[in-house]
């Protein structure tokens, strides 16, 4: 199968931080900047409708060669189970599924080159489209193992993070203990 042929990819990690950790983390596309190699930036246009089906997110592309943004609808949002948006309405859908898998999850992001966005493709770049097609799938193929593993790495430690923590989080011990190891007032 040739990269103009090929419409759907997806790709899997097991992360060691529980399911519903990582889907707040991957639904908030403010975030996004943090692991994607080609997203930068997003940000909802409704802070109300933020993380919720139908909800309208800009994402801001940076290439060496070039920089564009993108309007997104999200279509899938069940917490705990997948997230997901569609691209410019019908071009692109990008998505996350999550999986209990023993004391972590396995997070599966997958990408569909939409007939939308192939009509688009050909009737903007012509003779091209093929060429530019191949540019995007093979971006996006080259994508998803890096936007993976650094979603990994941002997890995990931060489960490290919390894990170090102290078992007490009550204000007022901690309030009590500081004051004791700071010792009489002056």
């Given at each position: 199968m040739t990269q103009t042929e090929i419409r759907h990819h997806e790709e899997s990690v097991t992360i060691q931080a529980p399911v519903i950790s990582i889907y707040d983390l991957i639904s908030d596309v403010t975030r996004t900047g943090e692991w994607s190699p080609v997203c930068t930036q997003c940000w909802w246009e409704d802070d109300v409708d933020a993380g919720k089906v139908g909800a309208w997110f800009t994402g801001r592309n940076e290439l060496p060669h070039r920089t564009w943004e993108t309007r997104s609808q999200v279509v899938a949002a069940e917490r705990g189970l997948e997230f997901a948006w569609v691209v410019g309405g019908d071009l692109v859908r990008w998505g996350y599924t999550l999986t209990?898998?023993?004391?972590?999850?396995?997070?599966?992001?997958?990408?569909?080159?939409?007939?939308?966005?192939?009509?688009?493709?050909?009737?903007?770049?012509?003779?091209?489209?093929?060429?530019?097609?191949?540019?995007?799938?093979?971006?996006?193929l080259d994508g998803?193992?890096?936007?993976?593993?650094?979603?990994?790495?941002?997890?995990?430690?931060?489960m490290s993070n919390e894990n170090d923590r102290p078992e007490c989080a009550d204000p007022a011990v901690v309030h009590s203990d500081a004051a004791r190891l700071a010792g009489p007032a002056r």
């Open positions: 209990s898998a023993g004391t972590g999850t396995t997070l599966t992001e997958s990408w569909d080159f939409l007939p939308g966005g192939i009509a688009l493709f050909e009737e903007k770049y012509g003779d091209d489209a093929p060429a530019q097609i191949t540019d995007r799938t093979q971006q996006a998803i193992p890096k936007t993976l593993a650094a979603i990994k790495r941002i997890a995990e430690s931060t």
